[in-house]
């Protein structure tokens, strides 16, 4: 066990056979068997996914958001949820903490937690660019 944020982000994967999970404080992406309950650890090379928090599939694309670290990394996920390759990273705002997102009708919103604030208070923001 590590300090830090454990398992967050879960999403179905393609096939529907398996979940991916995000574990923040490893960076590591976790697959779930629906039918056996194993767990095995994604595949994923060298992608750094340390913060990963909220994620998101979009067919065969899968959209980590990694809190504070402040960026934003988008990966090909197999349909069976056993291995990602690093598509792209790229910063979010300085500005804010993103923490989970959500697709609505084919765009991804993002949620600015304020974790970055001492006691975080509203308003709360959800977004449609991480950059902003």
Excluded: C, H
């Excluded at 529907?16 to 595949?43: E, H, I, M, P």
């Amino acid at each position: 066990m590590q300090p830090g944020f454990n398992l967050g982000g879960i999403v179905v994967t393609e096939d529907q056979k398996a979940l991916v999970v995000a574990q923040g404080n490893t960076g590591k992406l976790w697959r779930f068997s629906l039918k056996s309950g194993k767990v095995k650890l994604v595949k994923t090379g060298s992608a750094d996914l340390v913060n990963a928090d909220g994620l998101v599939l979009q067919g065969n694309k899968l959209t980590v958001v990694r809190n504070f670290s402040k960026q934003i990394a988008k990966l090909k996920l197999s349909a069976d949820g056993r291995k990602a390759k690093l598509i792209r990273q790229f910063a979010s705002s300085p500005d804010r903490v993103l923490t989970t997102a959500k697709e609505l009708r084919g765009e991804i919103l993002y949620v600015d937690s304020k974790f970055d604030e001492q006691i975080a208070s509203g308003p709360y923001e959800v977004i449609a660019d991480p950059t902003r």
